[in-house]
Nanobody, 121 residues
Framework: QVQLVESGGGLVRPGVSLRLSCAAS????????KGWYRQAEGKVRELVAG???????NYADSVKGRFTISRDNAKKTGYLEMNSLKPEDTAVYYC???????????????WGQGTLVTVSS
């Protein structure tokens, strides 16, 4: 079964940037990435950034001005550009989207398994 796979996480120092990517694990017809979420240890999963089909975006107050969500429909990939990272951004980041396996299938909402971002000096 095709899944979403996030990449780009890692251990970084405060103030630096990272770009997370989200793509399908196999061949698909389409992927509409809808949002990035994160879950810090001991906390509930929260929406970090969302993007609608027409490209409108929204962000959590804690990341506004620092994070940018985008997607490339031709590449069937979503991105989260994270700048000026802070220790409080440390979390597992998850991608969420609607995936269609073939042109004859319906969209299925899927989640990735997450990528860990650790911001520490």
């Amino acid at each position: 079964q095709v899944q979403l796979v996030e990449s780009g996480g890692g251990l970084v120092r405060p103030g630096v940037s990272l770009r997370l990517s989200c793509a399908a694990s196999g061949s698909i017809f389409s992927l509409n990435v809808k949002g990035w979420y994160r879950q810090a240890e001991g906390k509930v999963r929260e929406l970090v950034a969302g993007i609608t089909r027409d490209g409108s975006t929204n962000y959590a107050d804690s990341v506004k001005g620092r994070f940018t969500i985008s997607r490339d429909n031709a590449k069937k990939t979503g991105y989260l550009e994270m700048n000026s990272l802070k220790p409080e951004d440390t979390a597992v980041y998850y991608c969420n989207g609607d995936l269609r396996n073939t042109r004859f299938d319906r969209d299925v909402e899927v989640w990735g398994q997450g990528t860990l971002v650790t911001v520490s000096s």
